[in-house]
């Protein structure tokens, strides 16, 4: 039969074959859920945490810590901008980056991805709408000027020293 040469229709094989593969792919598929419910994380399947507008309950020492070190990472973008290293439009990139991270932190406002319109529909600080609106957006998105990015530092601080 095999040496003979002539084709076989593929019909020739009994229905029962179909079924038997069929049961080996469900098989697989059954195998491959189980053990990967059997060793996911403990974690997986708890539902995620709905963010709060709410700021974090945390003591009046570890906020105090927390202005303190944003306070000491402006100090370092004013050292690096008056030895040159960044620029005015980059000081105020990082300097809008730092604020905004600070804000996060301290509220858990999702600020570094929010437009000035977006925190303003938040109804945050108006102080940190200030910093945005008139030293950070112009510098970083208009084409002429850069805005003095040490008054842009001078109002990052205003946030991180007045923010509640």
Do not use: C
Request: charged letters at 15%; glycine letters at 10%; a neutral charge.
């Amino acid at each position: 039969m095999p040496g003979n040469g002539e084709l076989y229709p593929p019909g020739q094989y009994g229905i029962g074959w179909l079924y038997v593969a069929l049961a080996v792919i469900a098989l697989g598929i059954g195998l491959y859920l189980l053990v990967s419910f059997l060793t996911r994380p403990k974690n997986a399947l708890r539902p995620v945490a709905a963010v709060s507008s709410a700021p974090p309950l945390v003591g009046p020492e570890m906020l105090n810590q927390l202005r303190y070190e944003y306070l000491a990472q402006l100090d370092v973008v004013e050292s690096r901008f008056r030895s040159g290293e960044l620029g005015g439009r980059e000081t105020n990139k990082v300097l809008s980056l730092v604020v905004r991270q600070f804000v996060n932190e301290y509220s858990g406002i999702e600020a570094p991805v929010m437009t000035l319109s977006d925190l303003m529909s938040q109804g945050v600080n108006p102080v940190l709408l200030d910093a945005v609106g008139r030293h950070y957006y112009p510098s970083v998105f208009r084409r002429s000027g850069v805005i003095d990015p040490l008054a842009g530092l001078e109002a990052a601080r205003r946030v991180v020293t007045t923010w509640h």
